[in-house]
């Protein structure tokens, strides 16, 4: 079931704002993606580059399900309200509560940074302004911490994999990006979309790299369905950048300077 109200050839940062008021989620897929990005402020040309940077991931040390199908890299970042322009800010460990992640939460993750090069590159930092877009025109009193991650969950034949071993859940966020950068033979990997009583209100296949998903964490509930290995003979595997934006409370205020 796939429904996102957009018009193909009216996408515009207004109506992605909209649909997210109203539905609290949405879906884009590639060609409206590529349409909001390729204009003078965002591009993709070094897409290649961006979406090999996955295969330099490391496995995830804190699953709790005692699973090795998980690599991640993670870096966190900040912008001012309403703005575009976000920054790098010193490493740190990713740290969610037991109320939102009650199978790998409760503890201080210590991840691998992303690379400098996927950073800088162009598909990466226009990702990123994007999102600062979209929410600052959502919420634009509110500077915000930023969390990526570039996830791949790799699957084999004779087990699932589990894009979130933790079910359904929200982050603990704000709001939430999910682009799909590859799938690579696999089956499953279907995000689903839930109210506040856990109540499915739709669930689509996010299969073309550029693809994304956008939620109101406030107000949604999400899961990705588990992945299995089609052809047993060949790797298999599902990446995705996930960035998160938190809103920053007085105290954490970014220095204006």
């Keep these: 079931m796939i429904d996102n109200k957009i018009d193909e050839d009216n996408i515009s940062i207004n109506t992605v704002c909209e649909l997210l008021m109203d539905e609290k ?11 909001l990005l390729n204009n003078k402020d965002y591009s993709f040309h070094d897409w290649g580059n961006f979406a090999r940077s996955w295969n330099s991931l490391i496995t995830d040390q804190y699953m709790a399900d005692g699973g090795s199908y998980r690599k991640r890299r993670h870096a966190t970042l900040s912008a001012l309200p309403y703005s575009k322009i976000w920054q790098r800010e010193a490493h740190q460990p990713h740290y969610q509560t037991l109320h939102y992640n009650s199978l790998n939460g409760g503890i201080a993750r210590h991840y691998e940074p992303i690379l400098a090069t996927t950073m800088d590159n162009v598909s990466f930092t226009s990702v990123i302004a994007l999102g600062c877009e979209i929410f600052g025109r959502l919420s634009p009193s509110n500077a915000w911490h930023i969390e990526a991650h570039q996830f791949r969950i790799e699957a084999h034949a004779k087990k699932k994999s589990e894009p979130t071993p933790e079910g359904i859940h929200r982050d603990g966020v704000n709001f939430v990006i999910i682009l799909m950068i590859n799938r ?10 839930y109210d506040l009583n856990k109540n499915k209100i739709n669930e689509f296949t996010m299969k073309s790299p550029l693809s994304m998903a956008l939620f109101d964490d406030q107000n949604i509930f999400h899961g ?23 809103k920053k409370v007085s105290s954490e205020a970014i220095d204006h300077g």
Aim: net charge negative; charged share 20%; hydrophobic share 30%.
């Design 184 to 193: 690579d033979n696999i089956d499953g990997g279907n995000t689903c979309i």
């Design 25 to 35: 989620y949405c879906y884009l897929q590639t060609e409206q993606v590529k349409a």
């Design 224 to 246: 990705i369905t588990s992945v299995k290995q089609l052809n047993p003979n060949e790797h298999a595997s599902r990446d995705v950048l996930v960035v998160t934006f938190k």
